[in-house]
């Protein structure tokens, strides 16, 4: 009993189709018309199959394979299909056709479990619309409420509660739709690696022990706007300046101050009035930090507000910090974990256990239910970029993995 890869072929390769920058990468981005189409196209799948199909208030779709035992908690599979701007056609998508896939072998087989199946697709989990990442599972794990879907804005302004409703969402009842404990056994998502070292390391499959933290802080430094000729650099307060003093030294903080997984990130940066013989008047930056340990992010953390309070004062400059966004530090659950391992090891496959770089939704599910996850490599650790790429042989073998874990976890002798 294993996968087909052509049918997991055929499905990624429709839903890559439907962007909206053809030739250019992937943009899907949730909310959106691409977006329409490929639930479109999976609800017809999984109607197709006979699944139970519910759609939450923030969009998030939970599809139920009912073969058994229909009141037992489910054991959960689940990605996303939401997209960055021009990026790759695995990322979220290639978890979420692999869940389908999995549905088809067991009813093709005749497969009879002592839990429920249950695919989980999470709305708007790349943050484009709205600046915040994993919008669908913190509010399916409870983390984020009602109210907050009014401060979210999208670049138009317009609030993630007026986009929701706008795409038929009966978003005020959200709250009363929240995971519950009892609806859910474990969780297993399968996700591309998003990084080089499966691929470095000839290896196909990860078994993830632990997801980052992050922490996301919007800095910014107030100079002067002057002259770029006629003014001296000894009378200048130029924040460029200083943003660029601030962010090497986090790189400086990151490699030989904290711990050996932290990493700290400068990919958004805003001068005005950006001009070339403008000297800057106000310079504005985000610094992503992650760590598996909590520890780490704090080092870097309070040398970033150190740093920054420093410079200022040093240059004459106004600054403030906040804290836009962060997630905490998630350890996978030990008995997932140790299935997805017994799974491999039967098949003889090839892994390495690991630590995720990147934030998944299944990290938002861990204090409700045992979250597991299933990394595939990245060919030259590419994600969010339409050079992104995995072979279909090693999502094949993935998907096999992922099988034999939920066969494995709906077992009644396997108490978790």
Known sequence: MESCIERIKNDIENVTKITATPNMGCTRFSYGKE????????????EDLGLFIKIDGVGNIRAKYIDNNEDKPSIMMGSHIDTVANGGKFDGLTGVITGLEVIRVMKENNVKLDNPIELIIFAEEEGSNFG???????FLSGTYKLKYLNKLKNDDGVTAYQVMKDFGLDVDNVENEVLKKEESKAMVELHIEQGGILHSENLPIGIVKAIVGMKT???????????????????????????????????KVAKENALKDTVATVGKIHCQPNGSNVIPGQV????????????????????LIDKTKEVAEKRGLKYSIDLVGESDCVKLSPKVISAIEEVAIEKKYAYKKMNSGAVHDSAMLTEITDVGMIFVPSIDGLSHSPQEDTKFEDIKLGCDLLLGTVIKLGKSNLMI
Do not use: C, Q, W
């Open 132 to 138: 915040t990442t994993m919008v669908g599972s913190k």
């Open 35 to 46: 977006d329409k189409e490929v639930r479109e196209y999976l609800i017809k799948e999984m």
């Open 217 to 251: 802080y919007k800095v910014s430094l107030e100079g002067v706007s002057n002259h770029a000729g006629s003014t001296p650099m000894y009378l200048r307060k130029d924040p460029m300046v200083g943003a660029a003093e601030i962010i090497t030294y986090m790189e």
């Open 284 to 303: 504005e930056f985000n610094v992503d930090i992650r760590d598996v340990e909590i520890e780490g992010i704090e080092i870097v953390a309070k040398e």
